[in-house]
């Protein structure tokens, strides 16, 4: 009984050594799945710390190809196109007004169109109440961040008098090699949890004031040199997207923004916490809802940098090159001999166009 044991386990293992012998014997594009990334020829004396929180790149269709698309981006030749879908479709559960039958099943989520003009970035970000000084933010130059959020415009900025914030200031963080991302703080939703942030609220036309804050955060971008083709990032605070009619109310006007944005050729982005408004968008896009936003910038604090885990998106159609995740706030850092209390993200997303 133990030599035949023995014999058994003596057969599995000379097996298992053939095998592996018969697979290094074949090209690595043989033994690699399909789509799966080869190693470069040539070892980088420098890899990139960040190279194991990449998101792999998926080829999706662009929208020039694909009309009707659910969200609307840029054609090759740069003008913003997108779909003039009307807002007043019938609502589905949460506040999310469904897609027509003729285009599609609106229980399956629509692909987003590739992102074929914008500037992209790729690394470390910081965002910051106050725009910085010019001299800060070359001292900075020695820390580990590629990129700064600004908080540009809005009515619900918590900082809302900028001094430095203006054209001269966005030439001067592009020529010291910064990358900029452009925040909008613009009406919050009905049912917004920050006390602050209450008496900004929505009113009662919902997509008449998504259409004219969208207006007016590409206003404010052209002042201070940000061209088409750039994001802009709507910020929404954390609100209690459960509430049914707020939901419905906060949808409107993210879409009402987003599709002003976009006609106006730039690329609506969206800023909230992941367990709430994230999780509405994510809805919607299941649902099937049009004018959505390009960009997705989750924050989710208290973990560790991360694009592609993220739970509430996992499969969701804000794949590569589309997301952000502020992963820790209001942290102190000293840089250069200065000090800011800032924000800090993990990006791999589109960045302004500074003219």
Not at 149 to 155: D, F, I, Q, W
Not at 336 to 355: C, E, F, K, Q, S
Request: glycine share 10%; proline share 10%; aromatic share 8%.
């Amino acid at each position: 009984m133990h030599r035949t044991r023995r014999r058994r386990r003596l057969k599995l293992v000379v097996g298992l050594v053939l095998l592996l012998m018969a697979l290094t014997a074949l090209p690595a594009s043989a033994r690699s799945g399909p789509g799966l990334p080869q190693p470069s020829p040539t070892s980088d004396p420098h890899p990139d710390p960040l190279a194991g929180l990449t998101l792999p790149d998926i080829a999706l269709p662009d929208l020039a190809t694909v009309p009707g698309s659910a969200l609307g981006d840029f054609a090759p030749d740069g003008r913003a196109t997108g779909p003039a879908w009307a807002p007043e479709a019938p609502a589905a559960a949460g506040g999310a007004p469904r897609v027509p039958a003729a285009a599609g099943d609106p229980s399956s989520e629509p692909p987003l169109p590739a992102l074929s003009y914008p500037r992209m970035f790729r690394g470390l970000a910081f965002d910051t109440c106050m725009a910085p000084s010019l001299d800060t933010m070359r001292r900075w130059r020695a820390s580990k961040y590629g990129a700064v959020g600004v908080y540009y415009g809005g009515r619900g900025r918590a900082c809302p008098h900028q001094p430095r914030l203006g054209h001269r200031w966005m030439k001067g963080v592009q020529r010291l090699g910064w990358r900029v991302l452009p925040v909008y703080v613009g009406s919050q939703s009905p049912c917004v949890v920050a006390g602050p942030k209450k008496a900004y609220r929505i009113g009662g036309n919902a997509w008449s004031q998504g259409v004219r804050e969208g207006r007016d955060a590409v206003r404010r971008a052209r002042a201070v040199g940000i061209r088409p083709g750039s994001p802009l990032y709507l910020d929404m605070e954390a609100y209690k997207y459960r509430q049914k009619k707020c939901a419905r109310t906060t949808l409107t006007f993210v879409r009402g923004w987003d599709r002003q944005v976009r006609r106006k050729g730039y690329v609506p982005g969206f800023y909230s916490s992941a367990d709430s408004g994230v999780v509405h968008m994510r809805a919607a896009a299941r649902a099937g809802v049009r004018d959505l936003p390009s960009v997705i910038w989750f924050a989710r604090w208290h973990t560790r940098p991360r694009l592609a885990r993220e739970p509430v998106l996992q499969g969701s159609a804000w794949t590569s090159r589309r997301r952000i995740h502020q992963y820790a706030g209001n942290v102190k850092e000293r840089h250069g001999g200065r000090t800011l209390v800032i924000d800090r993200n993990l990006v791999h997303a589109p960045v302004a166009r500074i003219r």
